[in-house]
């Protein structure tokens, strides 16, 4: 293989820290994405400090984080990173299965909510999802966010939003998990046509990601899951 070429295969791997108090734990999760060709393991952290300080340094493409850690728990990592608007995208991986955690996670920004024990197949598609540009919770999670949504907005008069039938349509697909890239391929237009659909239908529904826009539409009645 020229140089180029080893440049540009590293290029194309996903890059990930991985946050977790547990060393066994964090080396044996380690070693699982190794097997992995197109993922690149770039740091590891032992607390919620250290990981935040390593995102900064590194600007990873994905961060695998538990939410029990110390010195700063795992939301409050979730909610440093959206204050200072960092493009890197976190999967949430912990045993916690609990509403109140969940929904915490999922509100401060998590692109992604699997619990431990998920298959390894389950880890690696999540990590490929959420790097394309979708969002992935398990069913569990799913329905445990959409409960809370529809208790918290069902004193409220349901929102009226007006979409154009493309924006409708990429919505539909952000339902699906569709990444950026696939929804180009599935509507026959360019990544950056989606990006801009995307866009408007956050600021529509004045959500801040995905899964925030997906609850809502859901919510509203405006796609079906």
């Given at each position: 293989?020229?140089?180029?070429?080893?440049?540009?295969?590293?290029?194309?791997?996903?890059?990930?820290?991985?946050?977790?108090?547990?060393?066994?734990?964090?080396?044996?999760?380690?070693?699982?994405?190794?097997?992995?060709?197109?993922?690149?393991?770039?740091?590891?952290?032992?607390?919620?400090?250290?990981?935040?300080?390593?995102?900064?340094?590194?600007?990873?493409?994905?961060?695998?984080?538990?939410?029990?850690?110390?010195?700063?728990?795992?939301?409050?990592?979730?909610?440093?990173?959206?204050?200072?608007?960092?493009a890197t995208r976190v999967i949430v991986f912990t045993v916690f299965d609990t509403d109140e955690r969940i929904i915490?996670?999922?509100?401060?920004?998590?692109?992604?909510?699997?619990?431990?024990?998920?298959?390894?197949?389950?880890?690696?598609?999540?990590?490929?999802?959420?790097?394309?540009?979708?969002?992935?919770?398990?069913?569990?999670?799913?329905?445990?966010?959409?409960?809370?949504?529809?208790?918290?907005?069902?004193?409220?008069?349901?929102?009226?939003?007006?979409?154009?039938?493309?924006?409708?349509?990429?919505?539909?697909?952000?339902?699906?998990?569709?990444?950026?890239?696939?929804?180009?391929?599935?509507?026959?237009?360019?990544?950056?046509?989606?990006?801009?659909?995307?866009?408007?239908?956050?600021?529509?529904?004045?959500?801040?990601?995905?899964?925030?826009?997906?609850?809502?539409?859901?919510?509203?009645?405006?796609?079906?899951?």
């Open positions: 293989m020229t140089v180029a070429g080893s440049e540009r295969r590293r290029a194309e791997r996903i890059r990930i820290v991985v946050i977790d108090d547990h060393p066994v734990v964090r080396e044996g999760l380690v070693a699982m994405l190794q097997t992995q060709s197109d993922f690149e393991i770039v740091g590891e952290a032992g607390s919620g400090e250290d990981g935040v300080t390593l995102i900064e340094q590194l600007a990873p493409d994905v961060v695998l984080l538990d939410l029990e850690l110390p010195k700063l728990d795992g939301v409050g990592v979730l909610r440093r990173l959206r204050e200072r608007d960092a915490s996670a999922v509100e401060a920004g998590a692109a992604g909510y699997l619990l431990k024990g998920a298959p390894r197949s389950e880890l690696f598609a999540a990590i490929r999802i959420v790097h394309g540009g979708g969002s992935l919770l398990q069913p569990l999670v799913a329905s445990t966010v959409l409960r809370h949504v529809a208790r918290r907005d069902r004193a409220a008069e349901p929102p009226t939003v007006s979409l154009t039938p493309r924006e409708q349509s990429v919505l539909q697909l952000l339902t699906r998990g569709k990444s950026n890239k696939e929804i180009a391929a599935t509507l026959g237009v360019t990544e950056r046509t989606v990006k801009f659909h995307v866009s408007a239908i956050f600021t529509k529904l004045a959500v801040a990601n995905r899964t925030e826009a997906v609850t809502k539409a859901v919510n509203a009645g405006l796609v079906t899951l």
